[in-house]
């Protein structure tokens, strides 16, 4: 039967992997070379989409001409809620 315990402290006692600890600075350095290479000023497609959204969200919620009609009388808990399930199943009778 194989002990997990000493699989585990032989595997904590084993030298690192040459190539793990230069990992970091080629990952920081892949980093670096891409953000120089992407350039700071540039919009990206996904910051135009969410600025188109916003100016058409705007733009919708200006140009609605009268505002939505609230109903008051609507309490999820109360005896008389207009959309209680037994209510909604009665009315098509």
């Known amino acids: 039967m194989i002990n997990l315990d000493d699989m585990l402290s032989q ?5 690192v992997h040459p ?3 230069a990992m970091d600075e080629a990952v920081m350095a892949g980093l670096a070379e891409h953000q120089a290479s992407v350039g700071a000023g540039t ?3 996904a ?3 969410a600025i188109a959204a916003l100016v058409i969200g705007v733009a919708t919620a200006g140009l609605s001409g009268t505002p939505a009609v609230t109903v008051s009388s609507l309490t999820p808990f109360g005896p008389s809620s207009a959309l209680a399930p037994s ?4 009315a098509s009778r």
């Open 87 to 90: 209510t909604l199943l009665l």
């Open 43 to 45: 919009l990206r497609p």
């Open 11 to 15: 595997l904590g006692g084993a030298p």
């Open 47 to 49: 910051s135009v989409a």
């Open 19 to 21: 190539g793990l600890a």
